[in-house]
């Protein structure tokens, strides 16, 4: 009796101080319309790019047909804009009905139909940061109960004309209304970007309790130098954001942009396997419809995926940055595995980079390598030193299973040789073979 007591109190202790919604327990993944599509509303002259009901349908046949669904690209997601100036009679936010004759309901189902997800964004402000009507406190609960009838799976809060005193009310008000809808909804929060992205001003435990994921910091661009801004900012704040990314809770440092305009294929792959060791939410922003086979295949690639998605969800760092302008990331990963990138800072050409597992921190032991852009393997003992061509903005980047050790029990079993005699941990995951 008293411990049926006390274990209804310890559950509700959880459901008011965790976000419970059960949602992104590994980092969410799929496609975001704002770095490549902005706030273009002019129909009129670009039918085929212009924020439409037409653009997301486009984008969710893409990800259902070719082959991006099934890699775990489920979530289409709608950014600013979309909106009408005005909410109806009854005070509801409703989308634009030029360019959204049919209303994010019905497009809420056509991703369900695909197996699909839908997100949305609104702004705790006066007004979007395009300007379009925001929720202010006093709309919150509408527009969460608004988005839970329209089955929306995913909600961005963003924090343009609002406040620190606002935000403060306003981010944790939002999670508790989408929770009191009963329909799981992933809650992206960009309150930190607006409070400069570290402690004092920004919580990262209560974030942890009441957003999926949140930005940390500015938006990504189009180009190669925004990238290596967010990559430094990220990595020199390591100690304080990798502690508050975890299972159903995600550092964003915004989208993928492979596919677009800005970034080589070196650059595409080096991305990519950087918010990989971040276990970095994966929202590609480019045209699903015109992207380049080299930017799919670096998208599409299965093992920085499932390095991505590993199941423990810890948020990898960067380990060295030589004199050589190499940098060395590393992310532990299930069944004692672990992921390393080696991405060269310089512009001449492919550096040689000269080291061993050791130095690196790995134990005695040796070890199977999965070079995850070349598919090669090799199996590298912790004291062999090893030379890796890391080309100009790129990366060379590596999946490193468990390392060997004789399975005493396995081999004596029964006074018997049995069984390989290696653990199974230090094969590769049959997801890349
Ligand atoms: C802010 C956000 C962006 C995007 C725009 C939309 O700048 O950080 O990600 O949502 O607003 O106006």
Redesign the pocket.
């Known amino acids: 009796m008293h411990l049926a007591v006390l274990l209804f109190a310890s559950a509700l202790f959880v459901a008011t101080f965790a976000l419970d919604n059960g949602v992104m327990r590994t980092p969410p993944m799929g496609w975001l319309a ?2 490549r599509f ?2 273009d509303i002019d129909c009129e002259h670009d039918p085929k790019n212009c924020i439409s009901e037409n653009l997301f349908i486009d984008m969710a046949d893409r990800l259902s047909e070719d082959g991006w669904r099934e890699l775990g690209y489920i979530y289409v997601n709608i ?3 979309w909106s009408s100036m005005k909410r109806d009679e009854k005070g509801r936010l409703q989308a634009d009905p030029k360019r959204f004759p049919g209303g994010i309901h019905k497009l809420a189902r056509y991703m369900h139909d695909r197996g699909l997800k839908l997100g949305l ?1 609104g ?1 705790m402000g006066t007004h ?3 300007g379009y009507p925001g929720t202010t406190l006093d709309k919150i609960e509408i527009d969460a109960q608004t988005f839970a009838e329209w089955e929306v799976d995913m909600f ?1 809060f ?3 004309y609002s406040n620190a005193t606002e935000q403060e009310k306003g981010y944790p008000l939002m999670s508790k209304a989408l929770n009191a809808t009963g329909r799981p909804i992933g809650y992206s929060c ?1 309150w930190p ?1 607006y409070q400069g992205g570290l402690p004092p001003q920004v919580n990262y435990t209560q974030l942890g309790e009441i957003c999926n994921l949140w ?1 940390n910091y ?2 990504i661009q189009d180009s190669w130098d925004s990238v290596l801004n967010i990559i430094d900012w990220f990595f020199e704040n390591q100690d304080v954001l990798i502690p508050a990314a975890g299972p159903g809770q995600w550092n964003d440092p ?2 993928l942009i492979a596919g677009d305009f800005g970034l080589s294929m070196e650059q595409s792959r080096a991305q990519m396997a950087l918010w990989a060791i971040m276990a970095a939410p994966l929202f590609m922003s480019n045209d699903l419809r015109t992207v380049s086979s080299g930017a799919r295949s670096i998208l599409q690639n299965k093992m920085v995926i499932s390095i991505n998605q590993d199941a423990m969800g810890i948020q990898g760092r960067r380990i060295l940055k030589e004199k050589s302008q190499i940098q060395v990331f590393w992310r532990p990963l299930s069944n004692n595995a672990s992921a390393l990138v080696f991405f060269s800072r310089r512009n001449d050409m492919p550096y040689h980079y000269q080291t061993t597992l050791s130095k690196l921190n790995y134990t005695t032991g040796s070890y199977k390598i999965y070079d995850v852009f070349t598919e090669k393997t090799m199996v590298l003992k912790d004291s062999t030193s090893f030379v890796v061509s890391v080309n100009p903005t790129g990366v060379v980047m590596w999946y490193v299973s468990a390392s060997a050790k004789l399975n005493h029990r396995q081999f004596y079993k029964g006074g018997r040789l049995q069984g390989s005699g290696y653990d199974d941990e230090n094969a590769i995951p049959r997801v890349f073979l």
Do not use: P, V
């Open positions: 704002w770095e902005r706030c950014d600013d804009c964004y702004d979007t940061c395009g961005k963003d924090g343009c960009s970007a930005r500015g938006d915004d989208m």
